[in-house]
């Protein structure tokens, strides 16, 4: 079993920067793919980024250019560099994990909030 804890968030204002942070721990695979999804209020989950073990990394078209996934040497921690931050990237994000045969694994989450 897998266990996600997330941090970094909190309130800036448009143009700034954050940074989150997901620390995988117990039963971690060799081959995973990890992310960051985001839940606005009224709206469905949907995926920022993701990144694989291998380092192949995707993007939502929202994010493209300004949010940067990467992680950590020893694979078990994933980051999210968000700049030039707007309104509508205000979310609740989720730290995602995956592997082959197990079931998904999701964070408590933590909030962004982006206001003048």
């Known amino acids: 079993q897998v266990h996600l804890v997330e941090s970094g968030g909190g309130s800036v204002q448009p143009g700034d920067s954050l940074k989150l942070f997901c620390v995988a721990s117990?039963?971690?695979?060799?081959?995973?793919?990890m992310g960051w999804y985001r839940q606005a209020p009224g709206k469905q989950r949907q995926a920022v980024a993701t990144?694989?073990?291998?380092?192949?990394?995707r993007y939502s078209n929202s994010v493209k250019g300004r949010f940067t996934i990467t992680r950590n040497n020893a694979l078990t921690t994933i980051y999210l560099q968000m700049d030039n931050l707007e309104p509508d990237d205000t979310a609740v994000y989720y730290c995602?994990?995956?592997?082959?045969?197990?079931?998904?694994?999701w964070g408590q989450g933590t909030q962004v909030t982006v206001s003048s």
């Open positions: 995602n994990y995956e592997t082959s045969g197990s079931p998904a694994t």
């Open positions: 117990g039963s971690v695979a060799r081959t995973w793919t």
């Open positions: 990144i694989s073990n291998y380092g192949i990394t």
